[in-house]
């Protein structure tokens, strides 16, 4: 099975500074197909997840445009470029190459400080 | 809108059985893929099932393979997870979800199952 491992584990950020989690991959995550499956999730407290990013980088409808997915391979980030209050809560990777045996990191917690 | 709800969760002890349900709405259920993903409290998040449109793929991780069995009535819109022989460690949050591009496009509020005596 593919390991997802996020850094950090949790992310004190200031309101309107930029935040970036990383997620490394056990192996390379690029498909037969060409396409790499990365994706990120947001949690917010008491909240069920709601996918921001697919395929790297690719922004879901309704997420803001201060959200980017990037990276290739095994290294991936997403980059918050200026936080806001509603983005606290945990934030996941997952990869879709290996269907369907999809596989979670352990989620970063962003709060504010 | 797209809507997945689920429902069925609740308090069983250890050994007993539960279904899950999941009614869907605002788009067309027949032509997606589905999953069950499930969140242990205070845990990061695991996926259970999958199974394919016309039930001819179905799959499992691990821990509950032949305990677990997902199923579906496109008639009526639904997604089922029968859980047999369920033990303390599948205490969790079950979440509906909808697959677009090998991911989870679409979740629902999710529903509580706590396995305790």
């Known amino acids: 099975d593919v390991v997802m491992t996020q850094s950090p584990l949790s992310l004190p950020v200031t309101l309107g500074q930029p935040a970036s989690i990383s997620c490394r991959s056990s192996?390379?995550?690029?498909?037969?197909?060409?396409?790499?499956?990365l994706n990120w999730f947001q949690q917010r407290p008491g909240q069920s997840p709601r996918r921001l990013i697919y395929k790297v980088s690719n922004r879901d409808s309704g997420v803001p445009d201060r959200f980017s997915g990037s990276g290739s391979g095994t290294d991936f980030t997403l980059k918050i470029s200026r936080v806001e209050a509603e983005d606290v809560g945990v934030y996941y990777c997952?990869?879709?190459?290996?269907?369907?045996?999809?596989?979670f990191g352990q989620g970063t917690k962003v709060e504010i400080k | 809108e797209v809507q997945l709800v689920e429902s069925g969760g609740g308090l069983v002890q250890p050994g007993e059985s539960l279904r899950l349900s999941c009614a869907a709405s605002?788009?067309?259920?027949?032509?997606?893929?589905m999953s069950w993903v499930r969140q242990a409290p205070g845990k990061g998040l695991e996926w259970v099932a999958s199974?394919?449109?016309?039930?001819?793929?179905?799959y499992y991780v691990d821990s509950v393979k032949g305990r677990f069995t997902i199923s579906r009535d496109n008639a009526k819109n639904s997604l089922y997870l029968q859980m047999n022989s369920l033990r303390a460690e599948d205490t969790a949050i079950y979440y509906c979800?909808?697959?677009?591009?090998?991911?989870?496009?679409?979740w629902g509020q999710g529903t509580l199952v706590t396995v305790s005596s």
């Open positions: 979800a909808r697959i677009m591009v090998r991911s989870f496009d679409c």
């Open positions: 199974i394919k449109q016309d039930e001819s793929e179905i």
């Open positions: 605002g788009f067309t259920f027949r032509n997606y893929w």
């Open positions: 997952m990869q879709g190459t290996q269907w369907p045996l999809w596989t």
């Open positions: 192996q390379s995550l690029v498909h037969s197909d060409g396409n790499t499956y």
